[in-house]
C-alpha cells in the first residue's frame, strides 16, 4: 500500500513532465477536493533529473515505477491530466496499465481531452471515461461512481463508451466560488524538488521560487489561445474570470515561506490585472504581513495602470511579464488581442520608472504576417528596452480559433509536432506567415541580439534581488545549485564567443509502439 494508507484513486502525472520543475496543481485541488468528499487519493509524481531527456529505456523504467507504486496504492481508479502533445504517451500508458493491471479504471482529464474527448473513447480504448472542462467536482462524483457501480450516465461533464458509440453527458457547472477547494496538501509531493532554486519561474532570475494561482479563466479572445474555447459550451463562462480570495492566497504564500523556505513566487494567472481593486487588495496584505517577498506576474497592456504599477513595486513585484505578441496594429487586432501599441508603450514606461523590471514575449509566423510587420515587430521590441526578451513561433494548438479556421487535423503519431514547432516548420500546415523569413533563424537569432550578456546577468546587482538571496534560509541551496545555472551560463557565453548555436534533438519516442515493459 502507498504510503501504508488504501486509496480510492491515484492521480499520475505524466512521464513526459518527470524533467520539469512545474508542481501537478490539478492533481493537489482535485486530492483536495476529493478527500472533502470523503474520497481518498494518492498523487503519484515521479521525478527525473532536471532538463535530463527521456529516453525509451528511462520513460519503460519510470513506468515499472508508477505501476508499482499503483499497485501498492491499492487504488482501483487511476486519473491522468493530458496536453496535446501528451496523448499519445497517456493513450499508451493507460493501454500499458490495463494489461498489467486488469480491472483499473482509467480517466483522462484536462485541456486536450476536453476539446478532443474522442482522441480517447472509442471501441477497444483502454480509456474508460474522459473528464470534460474542470476536474474536481466532476472527477469526485466520477470517482465515487467507479467505486460504489453507479451507472456513469448520471455523471456530468464527461465522456464515455456506451453501446459502441461516444456518450458526452451534459457540463457540470463550474465552481464560481474557488475557495470551495480545501488547500492543497502539498506534503503530498516532493516539494524539496519544486523548491529549489531555478531560473524558469520569474525567468531568468535564480530564486527558490513556486507558483501561486489567484484566478481561472481569462476574458479575453486571442485567436491563438485555448482558454476561451474550454468553456463554449457553456455561455455562461465566455469572457469569465473566477478568484480565490485574497486571504486563501496570502495564507497558502505564507505557509509556502515558513515551511517550505520559498524566497519568491511567480503568480501564473493568465492576466492577474483583472481587476484593479483586487490588486490593490493583494498588495495591502501582502505589506500588512510583512512577508518580504520579492514576485512576478503575467498581466495585458490594457489592464494596467500607472497608479497599479506602482503599489505592486511597492508590495517587491520585482518583474511583470507581458504579451506583446507584435508589434504591428493590425497584426494585434488580427490576433483580437485587444491592445493597444500606445498602451504597450505606456506600460513598458511605467514599469521602468517605478524599478519594475519587464519581460516582453513576442511571436513570428502570425497569419498574414509580411515582411513589414516583421520590421515592426523589432522597431518595437527594441524600442521597449524590455529586460528580457522572448521570441516564439505560433503553434496552432487544438482548441484555438487559428486551429479551427485552417482545419489543421493531425493524427495522432503527429501530435508530436505541437511540442517541438520549430522542427514543424518543414510542414506548410504549421506556416502562416507570408514572408521569406527562415522562421526558426529569425527567432533563434532575434532571442540571441536581444538578451546580450549583460541583460541576462542584470538582475545580479538589483538590490531586492541581493535582499532576496541574503534573507533566505536556503544559501546552501544557492551555493550548491549554482553550479547549472553557472555551467548553461558560461555555455551561452562559449556559444556567443564562437558563433556555435545549440543543437536540436530530433529523438522521439513513438510511445503508441511502445509495447514490452
Given at each position: 500500500?502507498?504510503?501504508?494508507?488504501?486509496?480510492?484513486?491515484?492521480?499520475?502525472?505524466?512521464?513526459?513532465?518527470?524533467?520539469?520543475?512545474?508542481?501537478?496543481?490539478?492533481?493537489?485541488?482535485?486530492?483536495?477536493?476529493?478527500?472533502?468528499?470523503?474520497?481518498?487519493?494518492?498523487?503519484?509524481?515521479?521525478?527525473?533529473?532536471?532538463?535530463?531527456?527521456?529516453?525509451?529505456?528511462?520513460?519503460?523504467?519510470?513506468?515499472?515505477?508508477?505501476?508499482?507504486?499503483?499497485?501498492?496504492?491499492?487504488?482501483?481508479?487511476?486519473?491522468?491530466?493530458?496536453?496535446?502533445?501528451?496523448?499519445?504517451?497517456?493513450?499508451?500508458?493507460?493501454?500499458?496499465?490495463?494489461?498489467?493491471?486488469?480491472?483499473?479504471?482509467?480517466?483522462?482529464?484536462?485541456?486536450?481531452?476536453?476539446?478532443?474527448?474522442?482522441?480517447?473513447?472509442?471501441?477497444?480504448?483502454?480509456?474508460?471515461?474522459?473528464?470534460?472542462?474542470?476536474?474536481?467536482?466532476?472527477?469526485?462524483?466520477?470517482?465515487?461512481?467507479?467505486?460504489?457501480?453507479?451507472?456513469?450516465?448520471?455523471?456530468?461533464?464527461?465522456?464515455?463508451?456506451?453501446?459502441?458509440?461516444?456518450?458526452?453527458?451534459?457540463?457540470?457547472?463550474?465552481?464560481?466560488?474557488?475557495?470551495?477547494?480545501?488547500?492543497?496538501?502539498?506534503?503530498?509531493?516532493?516539494?524539496?524538488?519544486?523548491?529549489?532554486?531555478?531560473?524558469?519561474?520569474?525567468?531568468?532570475?535564480?530564486?527558490?521560487?513556486?507558483?501561486?494561482?489567484?484566478?481561472?479563466?481569462?476574458?479575453?479572445?486571442?485567436?491563438?489561445?485555448?482558454?476561451?474555447?474550454?468553456?463554449?459550451?457553456?455561455?455562461?463562462?465566455?469572457?469569465?474570470?473566477?478568484?480565490?480570495?485574497?486571504?486563501?492566497?496570502?495564507?497558502?504564500?505564507?505557509?509556502?515561506?515558513?515551511?517550505?523556505?520559498?524566497?519568491?513566487?511567480?503568480?501564473?494567472?493568465?492576466?492577474?490585472?483583472?481587476?484593479?481593486?483586487?490588486?490593490?487588495?493583494?498588495?495591502?496584505?501582502?505589506?500588512?504581513?510583512?512577508?518580504?517577498?520579492?514576485?512576478?506576474?503575467?498581466?495585458?497592456?490594457?489592464?494596467?495602470?500607472?497608479?497599479?504599477?506602482?503599489?505592486?513595486?511597492?508590495?517587491?513585484?520585482?518583474?511583470?511579464?507581458?504579451?506583446?505578441?507584435?508589434?504591428?496594429?493590425?497584426?494585434?487586432?488580427?490576433?483580437?488581442k485587444g491592445v493597444r501599441i500606445d498602451q504597450i508603450r505606456n506600460c513598458f514606461a511605467w514599469s521602468k520608472k517605478h524599478g519594475i523590471r519587464?519581460?516582453?514575449?513576442?511571436?513570428?509566423?502570425?497569419?498574414?504576417?509580411?515582411?513589414?510587420?516583421?520590421?515592426?515587430?523589432?522597431?518595437?521590441?527594441?524600442?521597449?528596452?524590455?529586460?528580457?526578451?522572448?521570441?516564439?513561433?505560433?503553434?496552432?494548438?487544438?482548441?484555438?480559433?487559428?486551429?479551427?479556421?485552417?482545419?489543421?487535423?493531425?493524427?495522432?503519431?503527429?501530435?508530436?509536432?505541437?511540442?517541438?514547432?520549430?522542427?514543424?516548420?518543414?510542414?506548410?500546415?504549421?506556416?502562416?506567415?507570408?514572408?521569406?523569413?527562415?522562421?526558426?533563424?529569425?527567432?533563434?537569432?532575434?532571442?540571441?541580439?536581444?538578451?546580450?550578456?549583460?541583460?541576462?546577468?542584470?538582475?545580479?546587482?538589483?538590490?531586492?534581488?541581493?535582499?532576496?538571496?541574503?534573507?533566505?534560509?536556503?544559501?546552501?541551496?544557492?551555493?550548491?545549485?549554482?553550479?547549472?545555472?553557472?555551467?548553461?551560463?558560461?555555455?551561452?557565453?562559449?556559444?556567443?564567443?564562437?558563433?556555435?548555436?545549440?543543437?536540436?534533438?530530433?529523438?522521439?519516442?513513438?510511445?503508441?509502439?511502445?509495447?514490452?515493459?
Amino acid at each position: 500500500m502507498e504510503g501504508g494508507k488504501q486509496y480510492d484513486v491515484a492521480l499520475v502525472t505524466t512521464i513526459a513532465r518527470s524533467n520539469e520543475r512545474v508542481p501537478p496543481f490539478a492533481s493537489l485541488d482535485i486530492e483536495a477536493y476529493c478527500r472533502s468528499k470523503g474520497v481518498r487519493a494518492a498523487i503519484i509524481d515521479e521525478k527525473s533529473e532536471i532538463g535530463r531527456p527521456i529516453t525509451e529505456e528511462v520513460w519503460k523504467a519510470m513506468f515499472r515505477r508508477i505501476a508499482e507504486r499503483i499497485e501498492r496504492s491499492d487504488a482501483r481508479i487511476v486519473g491522468l491530466g493530458c496536453f496535446t502533445p501528451e496523448a499519445p504517451e497517456v493513450l499508451q500508458t493507460c493501454r500499458l496499465l490495463k494489461r498489467r493491471l486488469p480491472g483499473l479504471r482509467l480517466v483522462v482529464g484536462g485541456i486536450h481531452p476536453t476539446i478532443k474527448p474522442d482522441d480517447f473513447i472509442f471501441p477497444d480504448s483502454p480509456v474508460d471515461a474522459v473528464v470534460i472542462g474542470e476536474g474536481e467536482r466532476t472527477f469526485a462524483e466520477l470517482a465515487i461512481a467507479l467505486r460504489d457501480g453507479r451507472p456513469l450516465d448520471e455523471i456530468r461533464g464527461i465522456a464515455f463508451l456506451k453501446d459502441g458509440r461516444m456518450r458526452e453527458t451534459p457540463r457540470m457547472p463550474v465552481m464560481h466560488d474557488l475557495d470551495e477547494i480545501p488547500p492543497r496538501d502539498f506534503s503530498l509531493i516532493d516539494m524539496e524538488f519544486y523548491c529549489k532554486p531555478q531560473m524558469d519561474l520569474i525567468r531568468p532570475l535564480y530564486l527558490s521560487t513556486y507558483y501561486i494561482f489567484t484566478t481561472r479563466g481569462c476574458p479575453s479572445v486571442c485567436t491563438f489561445c485555448v482558454s476561451k474555447n474550454l468553456f463554449k459550451k457553456n455561455e455562461a463562462l465566455l469572457g469569465m474570470a473566477r478568484v480565490r480570495s485574497i486571504g486563501a492566497v496570502v495564507d497558502e504564500i505564507e505557509l509556502l515561506k515558513r515551511k517550505y523556505r520559498i524566497d519568491a513566487f511567480m503568480i501564473a494567472d493568465e492576466t492577474f490585472t483583472l481587476g484593479k481593486k483586487r490588486v490593490f487588495e493583494f498588495c495591502d496584505e501582502l505589506e500588512r504581513r510583512r512577508l518580504g517577498m520579492v514576485w512576478a506576474c503575467q498581466t495585458k497592456a490594457n489592464l494596467l495602470t500607472e497608479e497599479m504599477v506602482a503599489a505592486m513595486a511597492k508590495a517587491g513585484c520585482i518583474q511583470l511579464e507581458f504579451g506583446v505578441e507584435a508589434g504591428s496594429q493590425e497584426m494585434l487586432n488580427r490576433m483580437k488581442k485587444g491592445v493597444r501599441i500606445d498602451q504597450i508603450r505606456n506600460c513598458f514606461a511605467w514599469s521602468k520608472k517605478h524599478g519594475i523590471r519587464t519581460f516582453a514575449n513576442f511571436m513570428f509566423n502570425c497569419p498574414g504576417e509580411t515582411e513589414k510587420d516583421v520590421e515592426d515587430t523589432l522597431r518595437l521590441a527594441e524600442e521597449l528596452d524590455a529586460d528580457t526578451y522572448s521570441f516564439g513561433i505560433l503553434t496552432p494548438f487544438p482548441g484555438t480559433d487559428l486551429h479551427d479556421e485552417r482545419r489543421i487535423d493531425l493524427p495522432m503519431e503527429e501530435y508530436y509536432l505541437y511540442n517541438i514547432a520549430k522542427l514543424a516548420l518543414t510542414d506548410r500546415r504549421f506556416i502562416f506567415a507570408t514572408h521569406g523569413h527562415n522562421l526558426e533563424e529569425l527567432t533563434n537569432g532575434t532571442n540571441a541580439r536581444l538578451n546580450p550578456l549583460r541583460r541576462r546577468i542584470s538582475y545580479l546587482w538589483d538590490p531586492r534581488y541581493l535582499r532576496a538571496i541574503l534573507r533566505s534560509r536556503r544559501k546552501t541551496d544557492y551555493l550548491v545549485g549554482a553550479i547549472l545555472p553557472l555551467k548553461k551560463f558560461m555555455i551561452k557565453v562559449w556559444r556567443e564567443v564562437t558563433g556555435r548555436r545549440a543543437k536540436v534533438s530530433r529523438a522521439r519516442i513513438d510511445y503508441l509502439k511502445i509495447t514490452d515493459v
